[in-house]
C-alpha cells in the first residue's frame, strides 16, 4: 500500500487527477465537481493509534500518498490537533456525545480551519505574495477561519457575513481578531455574501493583482481532518465496550457527514450512521429518492445548518454510491425547542440548536426500540447561540474561557456594499 500515490478526482469525472496539495489549492475542480480520493483504503492496525493525534496521522496518511506534503503530515497534525474530541457517556444507557466545541471558536470547524491554516501556509513558496483567504460566513466558518489564520505571517483574511443576520456574540467574534484579519458587514443576506465571493473568484483581473485563497467547506483541507475525530471516537468505544458505535450527525453542507463516512470505509468500527437536518430536507430527499432538486434555504433556529442545497451530497454519492447504512432525518424548530429545554432534566446537559437536532433523532431512534450504542455530534457549545438557548433554559449559559477571551476583545468591522467594486477595492487595498 505504501508509495502508491494518491490521486483526488473530480465527482464530476471531467477533470484530470490531481494529488492532495493541488486539489487543497484548487477547491472545486476545473469540471465544476468536487474532488474525492479515487480509492479508499481499509486500513490495518488502525485499533493501536490511541491519542487523537495519532488516529488523525493513521487515517491522513493514505490521502498524502505521494504528495510533496507527505513528510510533512506529522508536523501538520501536531499544529492543528491541540485540543480534544472527548466522546462522553450520557445518563441513558449506552448513549454517548462526542463534543467537537473545545477548540478556540467553541465549534467543530475548528478542526478543518486550523489544518487548512497549517497546509496552507506549506504550500506557499517562500517569498511569493500574500495570501488574502476570503470567506463568507452565516457565523460559524468566519470566526474558526479567522482564529486559525490570526497572525499567520504571509495570510490576510477578509471576511463577509450579513448585516444583522448572526448573533451579536457571532459578530463580536468575527471583529475581534484585528491584526492580518478584517471583518465586513455586508448590507444583505448570506447569499449576498456568497454571491460577491463567487464573484471574486471568478474576476481573472483581480486574481492577477491580488493572490486569492478559498477556505470554504468543500475544501478537502476542511474535510479530511473531520475524519479523525469520528474514527478515534469509534476506535475509543470499541476499545472500552467493545462494540461498534452509530452515530447521528448534525448535518448542513453535509461535510462532517461525509467524513464520517469516510472514517467508517477507511475501516473504524462505526456501524449505523444518521444525518440530523433541521427543516432543510435536501439531504433526506436525495437519500430517499434519485429524482430531487433543491429548495430555498428557509431560516431555522439551527442556523448553521441552514443550507438548501448541500453540496458535499456529490460526494456522498461518489463515495458511497448504494447509500448503505446512512439515513437522514429532519427535525423541527418546535423539537429543537422542546431538546434544548428537556437537555438538562433527561441528561444533564445544555445542547446548542444543531446538536439538539441529532438529541431529537436519537430520542426517536430508543422511542421506535433501537437499543444499540449511539453517539450524538455535538457540533457548537450552547454559549454561542445563547439566544436562542438561554430564554428556552431560563438562565445564562456559562461562556467557556476560549470564547470568554475573545468575546473580552475589542470588536469592529467595517460596512461593505454589496457590490462586486466595493469587494474589489477592499481586496486590491494594501492591508
Ligand atoms: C457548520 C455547522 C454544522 C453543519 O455542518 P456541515 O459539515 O455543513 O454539515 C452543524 N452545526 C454547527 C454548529 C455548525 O457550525
Redesign the pocket.
Same mark, same amino acid.
Given at each position: 500500500m505504501a508509495d502508491t500515490p494518491m490521486h483526488f478526482v473530480s465527482t464530476r469525472e471531467a477533470a484530470p487527477r490531481v494529488l492532495l496539495s493541488q486539489a487543497v489549492l484548487a477547491g472545486l475542480a476545473p469540471d465544476g465537481g468536487l474532488y474525492v480520493p479515487e480509492r479508499v483504503p481499509r486500513l490495518d492496525g488502525l485499533a493501536r493509534a490511541r491519542t487523537l493525534p495519532e488516529v488523525a496521522k493513521r487515517v491522513l496518511a493514505p490521502f498524502f500518498e505521494g504528495d510533496a506534503l507527505a513528510p510533512q503530515l506529522h508536523a501538520l497534525v501536531d499544529e492543528a490537533f491541540t485540543f480534544e474530541a472527548p466522546l462522553k457517556a450520557l445518563r441513558s444507557p449506552d448513549t454517548f456525545v462526542l463534543e467537537l466545541f473545545h477548540g478556540p471558536t467553541s465549534?467543530?470547524?475548528d478542526f478543518g480551519a486550523r489544518f487548512l491554516a497549517a497546509v496552507l501556509a506549506r504550500l506557499a513558496p517562500a517569498g511569493a505574495r500574500p495570501v488574502t483567504v476570503l470567506v463568507a460566513t452565516s457565523?460559524?466558518?468566519g470566526g474558526a477561519v479567522a482564529a486559525a489564520f490570526h497572525q499567520r505571517p504571509g495570510a490576510r483574511v477578509v471576511i463577509l457575513y450579513p448585516e444583522g443576520k448572526v448573533s451579536a456574540r457571532q459578530a463580536h467574534q468575527l471583529g475581534c481578531f484585528g491584526d492580518n484579519v478584517e471583518a465586513y458587514c455586508v448590507r444583505g443576506d448570506f447569499d449576498d455574501c456568497q454571491r460577491l465571493v463567487k464573484g471574486a473568484f471568478g474576476d481573472a483581473a483581480l486574481r492577477g493583482d491580488v493572490a486569492l485563497a478559498s477556505a470554504n467547506?468543500i475544501s478537502l483541507g476542511r474535510l479530511l481532518p473531520q475524519v479523525a475525530y469520528h474514527a478515534h471516537a469509534a476506535l475509543t468505544h470499541q476499545r472500552t465496550q467493545g462494540s461498534a458505535l452509530n452515530l447521528v450527525?448534525? &448535518?448542513?453542507?453535509?461535510?462532517?457527514?461525509v467524513a464520517c463516512v469516510l472514517a467508517r470505509l477507511l475501516g473504524a468500527p462505526i456501524g449505523d450512521i444518521v444525518f440530523a437536518t433541521n427543516a432543510n430536507t435536501a439531504v433526506s430527499r436525495a437519500l430517499s429518492s434519485a429524482q430531487w432538486s433543491p429548495l430555498p434555504t428557509l431560516a431555522t433556529l439551527?442556523n448553521?445548518?441552514d443550507?438548501g442545497n448541500?453540496s458535499?451530497l456529490e460526494r456522498l454519492r461518489f463515495l458511497l454510491p448504494g447509500l448503505e447504512g446512512v439515513r437522514a432525518q429532519e427535525v423541527s424548530d418546535a423539537e429543537i425547542r422542546a431538546q434544548v429545554r428537556a437537555g438538562e432534566a433527561r441528561e444533564g446537559e445544555v445542547w446548542?440548536p444543531?446538536t439538539a437536532c441529532a438529541v431529537e433523532v436519537l430520542a426517536r431512534l430508543r422511542a421506535s426500540g433501537d437499543a444499540r450504542p449511539w453517539a450524538v455530534v455535538a &457540533?457548537?457549545h450552547p454559549a454561542k447561540f445563547e439566544t436562542v438557548v438561554e430564554p428556552l433554559i431560563g438562565r445564562p449559559v456559562p461562556v467557556p474561557p476560549a470564547l470568554a477571551q475573545l468575546l473580552q476583545r475589542p470588536s469592529r468591522s467595517t460596512q461593505l456594499a454589496p457590490t462586486a467594486q466595493a469587494l474589489a477595492a477592499v481586496l486590491r487595498a494594501a492591508p
Open positions: 465549534a467543530f470547524k457565523g460559524d466558518t467547506s450527525v448534525p &448535518t448542513g453542507n453535509l461535510g462532517n457527514g439551527a448553521a445548518m443550507v448541500p458535499n446548542c444543531h &457540533t457548537a
